[in-house]
């Protein structure tokens, strides 16, 4: 592939390369290109380019906001500075007694529970988590996470994390899927807030129905008892942020912390990317 100027001059040439549509389950942002090494991503590419090859790359793959699709500009990644700051945050975080907290008043005895952002049907937010479990695009759950853990960081609640835990997916639905989406929120979480993470130790036992259509009561029958813990000592005398994606019932993160606080003189705290009333 080769670039000339207007006077027809040679400005630059990438031999043996060649451009191709981004395959299902990579990146939804991520163009691709195919060269004597194989598959590479041309947004590593371009940030190893000069920006003007970066500019003229940008009119045939550019880069889009993950919420508003409008057109990411140099210093941007995955999502917009004017969607970013237009982010519905609940702010819970600040507040012991908060809704989220509520949801789980009588039913498991947690030290902390918030969410970062509201979640209405149609808005942003539905179409970042969208593109983060349905379209793979794995940046977003990182992001996100990053900047619901600087918020984290502010809160008294949540400034003793030991360790973050993603709420986990059946290997089957897995390897179905090819990620968990809630491990990718948990590690941009954890870099915000120093902590390590873990994604080997907590691991569901059965590979339970969807959750989508059930009601409060039928969501709680279908995860108990589904979860498990390969080594015990590891998460023992730990103050834990158990991570998922959005809240609802709670019936999911319910069982989880339950499984968890069985253990030994630990501590579980639970935060969510998103809060959907229900």
Not at 74 to 83: A, D, F, G, L, Y
Not at 91 to 109: A, I, K, T
Not at 142 to 151: A, C, H, Q, R, S
Request: glycine fraction near 6%; hydrophobic fraction near 40%.
């Amino acid at each position: 592939m080769c670039l000339f100027g207007f006077d027809g001059q040679l400005i630059s040439c990438w031999p043996s390369l060649l451009f191709v549509r981004p395959k299902p389950g990579l990146f939804a942002q991520n163009n691709y290109c195919l060269s004597s090494n194989g598959l590479l991503s041309l947004n590593k590419y371009m940030m190893q380019s000069p920006l003007w090859v970066n500019d003229v790359l940008n009119l045939f793959f550019p880069n889009v906001c993950q919420a508003c699709g409008d057109a990411l500009g140099r210093q941007e990644k995955v999502m917009c500075i004017s969607c970013q700051v237009k982010l519905p945050k609940t702010g819970f975080y600040l507040h012991e007694d908060n809704p989220v907290s509520r949801v789980f008043w009588g039913r498991v005895n947690l030290n902390a529970a918030t969410s970062f952002l509201f979640f209405n049907k149609g808005g942003n937010v539905q179409e970042l988590i969208h593109a983060l479990k349905y379209k793979n695009n794995k940046e977003v759950g990182v992001l996100l996470g990053e900047l619901f853990g600087y918020e984290l960081n502010q809160s008294p609640l949540f400034n003793n994390i030991d360790l973050v835990i993603p709420v986990p997916l059946h290997p089957r639905k897995y390897r179905k899927r090819g990620f968990n989406q809630s491990e990718t929120i948990a590690t941009g979480i954890s870099r915000a807030i120093k902590a390590s993470v873990d994604f080997e130790n907590f691991i569901r036992l059965v590979n339970t129905d969807s959750q989508t259509r059930k009601s409060r009561y039928n969501r709680w029958e279908n995860v108990k008892g589904v979860f498990g813990i390969r080594n015990e000592e590891t998460l023992q005398n730990k103050h834990i942020l158990l991570v998922d994606d959005v809240l609802t019932t709670g019936a999911t993160l319910e069982a989880c912390a339950a499984t968890l606080l069985a253990l030994e003189n630990t501590k579980v705290s639970v935060a969510t990317l998103a809060y959907a009333q229900v």
